[in-house]
Nanobody, 126 residues
């Protein structure tokens, strides 16, 4: 069973940057699509970005396009989310997720992923 651990969250002022990491253990991630989701207080978990196994296909929700970059290093069994120009509305708990089956398109729903991390808090102050 794969375990996912997020890190890199914290408190940052609006306009600042953070880099999240998702380290996997128990299984190599090189064959699997992965994604970042986030959940703000009182809201449902929402899709942020996804990346295929070879990192040649990515997908972003509209609100983060041009500001966030998803990447992965399969040799390190780690996925990343570089977040620039952060806004207060980006405040949420950020979760990484992994899909263990092949998909023609990168899933953007929670149900499209099989394994989840515990989350890391990102707080953006105005």
């Amino acid at each position: 069973q794969v375990q996912l651990i997020e890190s890199g969250g914290g408190l940052v002022q609006a306009g600042g940057s953070l880099r999240l990491a998702c380290a996997a253990s128990g299984r190599a991630i090189s064959n699997y699509a992965m994604a970042w989701f986030r959940q703000a207080p009182g809201k449902e978990r929402e899709f942020v970005a996804a990346i295929n196994w070879s990192a040649d296909s990515t997908s972003y929700t509209d609100s983060v396009k041009g500001r966030f970059t998803i990447s992965r290093d399969n040799a390190k069994n780690t996925m990343y989310l570089q977040m620039n120009s952060l806004k207060p509305e980006d405040t949420a708990v950020y979760y990484c997720a992994l899909r263990q089956s092949i998909a023609m398109l990168l899933p953007v729903k929670v149900s499209g992923y099989d394994n989840w991390g515990q989350g890391t808090q990102v707080t953006v102050s105005s």
